[in-house]
RNA sequence: GGGCGCAUAACUCAGCGGUAGAGUGCGUCCUUCACACGGACGAAGCCGCAGGUUCGAUCCCUGCUGCGCCCA
């Protein structure tokens, strides 16, 4: 027998990678730019990962995409899924420059050309792991066509940009308050600081003394409450409420600063100002806080800066100039105390400013930086989503689209860094004009002058990020791949990443091509743990996808992912984490990439937590191995055909209705495919080959093989083969490897290619829509159901045989019955023929009687009978019925009802009644037979 | 302070204006020749709480409670 050949069970290991080896050498993920093509194309464009990254949960949950690709692709679409790889600016920087801190130097030790030379390095050594590791994933992506922003092509469409952008206006360079990355001396954009919550700190209190004071119209000092005492070394003015009585008769005063030579203003400033918070009285410090910056240029402050770049305060800061913004927290506090002006503090829970890629607390700095004009960008691509040009899928997500594009902010692209694409100005150093241009100036364009510096930062990698669409078809040249391949169909990503690359690349996209970048925007959630917690390396809870694939010790895991606790500290958290894994064991199967695959579409996608369950991946293993074994199966009979492709003749019941059920399948997964719905998609084809194919289908076709007619078990193999086939072809997209590995095994279609993964994608034609055969099924299925139950309920072993009679007053139920006797024998177990019969008429002694609908199932089973069990489940059965009936007769009185509902439902509703006390009168009947035992 | 989301079986999650579903786990029986990574059968839910709309609400609306996220 063939299936000898095959391993009893399916090993992931042992198939997925000499799969993917031959795709690629097939080239079946390349898109073609062949001039006479013509097939339209279908496009997603590839999130690039970050060079620095090794791959996490959520380049798993490119899975997505590559469903949706390999999909289109199975359609006969000219598909281009490219992928690529981002340059990553700051957190590159960091991990090279960690590396050098290591060998005790700085980049400065290496100059700039010489660090930029050590990242590139770097980036071709380890950089590009993530790329192998997406082909473990099974990623469809066309490789020859990788792309890494920092390519020589990518840096001019970068540099076309940006002189364009500043030609036209839309960029400039200005002085403002920034957010500063004191740890990687880097200005941030708005989107890179994060706030973290609940933060307890404290309000500290001191005394301004108020200048010339008259003790006789109140105070003489002025108490402000503040959660950072070190900037009052850059405050230029107290505010207070200007209603606030407290303070009317400090109006226009000034205070004495104590520790600098300044004396500063109390104003009166309703919006800076709660007069419930604090003391009422608020320190300003324009060059140190967003608030106080916006309150010195109401009121013409002077801006003090006293912080410098490394968050250390500077030569403003007097007696503490050197200090550490936080060891000049401490000072400050210490000296106001010994001036005797310290009054107090108290417990105050804040929001504290971080930069998203070093963590450490943003310093608002007063900086010059090159910004973008966002508002005439960000208009036209409000205008696209409302207009229908892209559209947002889950909709839910269009408002917060709404609200941050028309509440935004200019964007901060210029970075202190040396990885990244360096800016195009070049400054005169005789006349000072600022040269932007596509290719390096010899010359200054106004004077003349050879003299030009250029400016060292770098663009924010966003910027190139931004124009990732068209960049990486060739733009700014007008190629063929551009042409055919812009605009993508759709882009599908993360939320977290709505305003970072989305709206930037709808914003670049229509500025410069004229035309939104895609049309649907498909946003999916954040993987988390088991229990919902964002995975974190400090929690400890973060899953390796390699490690679900090729299996793991849950003792090695956590020795990965918290090398520093102790071993059971950390096992407990991971437990915690997943407690589905807790109940596992030692460790890990090796699930492989299709079951993971699987288990990461099944989530819905409007979730906005992906919580991943191991023992949901365990379950979709066994899928898989359930699918090879079906096969395994099925080789032994199927092997010699030679399918055509067109759909077999079928006459047999499970032939008709399997064919029947197969059209169903292929036609929710593609349209859950088309609706963004793959858990809809996958589920529909899970459940059937496992429900229905495997449980009902392959059983009802062994007793066919045994003791069928010739013809019988050819139109069976015919089936068999056919449905099979396109079952593989329909989950491909799912789970590519367990499918190619056993679609190559199966007899196919000659016109099949080389590779299942180009292969047609099944639709309604591979199948035939048959409602009588589904609804003769279902009796089948439910009066063998019935049976079984009866069986169960009396514990007979497995191999006993059972005599069984089905008796109903329905001809064609009669006819179908009779007809299925052989499949009822098989699927029951009976001892000698299956009697069918009209009710009525005597029951032979030692029968159970059980109804299926409207059919009485009577189950031999003299001398077998647990009578109290017997009776029990008929007790639950009546009432479980008579439940039922009491809801539906409930319904049936209420005139409202009868009046008011659509008359289909209570056309149903009488029919179900009815159908509800007819099995209530065969369970009586059977409650009597069980007491005549 | 503003906004968004979630709350359904022990766990993780679907679903839905008309008698509540899946996977895992749990219980019983069984190594029957595709699969014990299996089969058959079964137990298990005030669908968060309180109102409202409706003939009918787990579903729609309002409020509350709890949890999560985003923005300021």
Redesign the pocket.
């Known amino acids: 027998m063939p299936?000898s050949e095959?391993p009893?069970?399916?090993?992931p290991a042992s198939v997925e990678p000499r799969w993917y080896e031959f795709w690629e050498q097939h080239g079946v993920f390349n898109a073609s730019l062949d001039p006479k093509d013509t097939r339209p194309v279908y496009v997603i464009p590839m999130p690039p990962p970050n060079v620095t990254g090794s791959l996490h949960m959520g380049h798993a949950l490119y899975t997505i995409q590559d469903v949706i690709i390999r999909h289109a692709r199975m359609r006969g679409l000219n598909v281009l899924w490219q992928p690529g790889i981002d340059h990553a600016g700051i957190s590159t920087q960091v991990v090279v420059e960690r590396q050098l801190k290591r060998e005790g130097k700085t980049r400065h030790d290496l100059g700039r050309e010489a660090f930029i030379e050590r990242v590139f390095a770097w980036k071709e050594q380890s950089g590009g792991r993530i790329l192998e590791q997406m082909r473990v994933l099974g990623f469809s992506a066309d490789w020859p066509r990788q792309k890494f922003t920092m390519d020589p092509d990518m840096s001019r469409a970068v540099r076309e940009a940006f002189v364009r952008l500043y030609e036209q206006g839309l960029i400039y360079r200005a002085t403002r308050l920034v957010n500063w990355d004191v740890e990687s001396r880097t200005v941030l954009s708005?989107?890179e600081?994060?706030?973290e919550?609940n933060v307890q700190g404290e309000l500290y209190e001191f005394a301004y003394q108020v200048a010339g004071a008259d003790a006789s119209l109140g105070a003489t000092e002025l108490v402000v409450a503040t959660t950072r005492p070190e900037t009052m070394l850059g405050d230029t003015a107290v505010a207070v409420h200007p209603d606030d009585p407290r303070f009317t008769h400090l109006h226009g005063k000034k205070l004495a600063h104590p520790f600098v030579d300044r004396e500063i203003p109390v104003i009166t400033d309703p919006v800076l100002v709660d007069m419930a918070f604090g003391t009422g009285a608020v320190k300003v410090t324009p060059a140190h806080d967003?608030n106080d910056f916006a309150t010195g240029k109401r009121h013409g402050l002077a801006e003090i800066a006293v912080i410098g770049p490394n968050g250390a305060m500077n030569e403003q800061a007097g007696e503490f100039a050197g200090l550490d913004r936080f060891a000049a927290r401490k000072a400050v506090k210490k000296r106001l105390a010994e001036l005797g002006l310290a009054r107090g503090s108290k417990p105050h829970t804040m929001?504290l400013p971080r930069s998203q890629r070093t963590n450490s607390v943003v310093e608002p700095m007063i900086s010059t930086q090159w910004f973008v004009k966002m508002e005439p960008l960000a208009v036209p691509a409000l205008e696209a989503v409302r207009a229908g040009k892209t559209r947002i899928v889950p909709e839910?997500?269009v408002?917060?689209w709404e609200?941050?594009l028309t509440?935004i902010?200019d964007w901060c692209i210029s970075r202190q860094l040396w990885w990244g694409h360096q800016i195009p100005a070049f400054y005169c150093v005789s006349c000072s004009h600022v040269n932007v241009t596509r290719a390096d100036p010899t010359k200054c364009e106004k004077c003349g002058s050879a003299e030009l510096e250029r400016d060292p930062d770098v663009l924010d990698t966003w910027f190139s990020s931004g124009l990732w669409p068209f960049s990486t078809l060739g733009w700014p040249d007008k190629t063929l791949a551009l042409e055919r391949f812009y605009p993508a169909n759709d882009l599908e990503t993360g939320?977290?990443i709505l305003?970072f690359w989305v709206a930037r690349m709808l914003m670049l996209g229509l500025h410069f091509m004229g035309e939104v970048p895609f049309r649907r925007v498909l946003l999916h959630?954040?993987v988390?743990d088991?229990?919902?917690?964002?995975m974190s390396k400090v929690k400890g809870n973060t899953l390796d996808p390699l490690d679900l694939i090729q299996g793991a010790e849950f003792e090695n895991l956590v020795k990965k992912s918290l090398p520093d606790a102790p071993l059971d500290e950390a096992m407990a958290k991971f437990k915690k984490a997943y407690?589905?894994a807790a109940?596992m064991g030692k460790g890990f199967?090796a699930y492989g990439t299709d079951a993971l695959r699987l288990t990461l579409v099944?989530?819905?996608?409007?979730?906005?937590?992906?919580?991943?369950?191991p023992?949901?991946i365990?379950?979709?293993?066994?899928?898989?191995?359930?699918?090879?074994?079906?096969?395994?199966?099925?080789l032994?009979y199927v092997a010699d055909e030679a399918p055509s492709g067109a759909v077999p003749v079928a006459t047999l019941l499970q032939n008709r209705w399997i064919l029947s059920r197969f059209a169903r399948a292929v036609a929710a997964s593609t349209l859950g495919i088309e609706e963004f719905?793959l858990?809809?998609g996958s589920?529909a084809l899970?459940?059937f080959v496992?429900?229905e194919?495997?449980?009902?289908f392959?059983?009802m076709s062994?007793p066919v093989f045994a003791n069928g007619t010739d013809a019988e078990k050819a139109e069976t193999r015919a089936v068999l083969a056919h449905v099979l086939e396109g079952s593989l072809r329909a989950l491909h997209p799912y789970a590519p490897f367990v499918t190619e590995e056993l679609w190559q095994r199966l007899p196919r279609p000659a016109s099949r290619p080389v590779s299942l993964a180009l292969a047609p994608y099944p639709g309604a034609a591979d199948g035939r829509a048959d409602a009588a055969a589904e609804r003769d099924m279902a009796l089948l299925m439910s009066a063998?159901?019935?049976a079984?139950?009866t069986?169960?309920?009396n514990?007979?072993?497995?191999?006993a045989k059972v005599p069984l009679e089905l008796r109903t007053a329905d001809a064609h139920a009669r006819a179908v019955l009779k007809a299925e006797a052989r499949a009822i024998e098989f699927?029951v177990?009976t001892a000698g023929p299956v009697v069918i019969a009209e009710p009525g008429g005597a029951r032979p002694a030692g029968t159970v009687l059980d109804v299926a609908g409207d059919v009485e199932v009577l189950v031999g089973l003299r001398g077998l009978v647990d009578k109290a069990r017997a009776a029990e489940?008929s007790a639950?059965a009546l009432k479980?019925v008579e439940?039922?009936?009491v809801?539906?007769t409930k319904?049936l009185e209420?005139?409202?009802?009868?009046?008011?509902?659509?008359p289909e439902?209570?056309t149903?509703?009488r029919a179900?009644?009815a159908?509800?006390e007819r099995q209530r009168a065969r369970l009586l009947e059977a409650r009597k037979l069980i007491e005549e035992l």
């Open positions: 299936e095959l009893k069970a399916y090993e708005d989107l600081v994060e706030t919550e967003f929001t839910e997500w408002k917060t609200h941050w509440n902010q939320y977290d305003f959630g954040m988390v088991e229990v919902g917690d964002k407690p589905s109940q199967a099944s989530y819905s996608p409007q979730a906005k937590r992906i919580a991943l369950s023992a949901r365990d379950g979709y293993r066994r899928f898989c191995n359930k699918l090879y074994n079906a096969t395994r199966f099925a032994a719905r858990d809809d589920g899970y459940h496992w429900d194919l495997c449980d009902w392959l059983e062994k063998v159901g019935v079984r139950t069986r169960s309920e514990e007979l072993h497995p191999t699927l177990g489940r639950r479980a439940k039922d009936i809801i539906m319904r209420n005139k409202n009802f009868v009046a008011n509902a659509p439902v209570v149903e509703a179900q009644l159908q509800l």
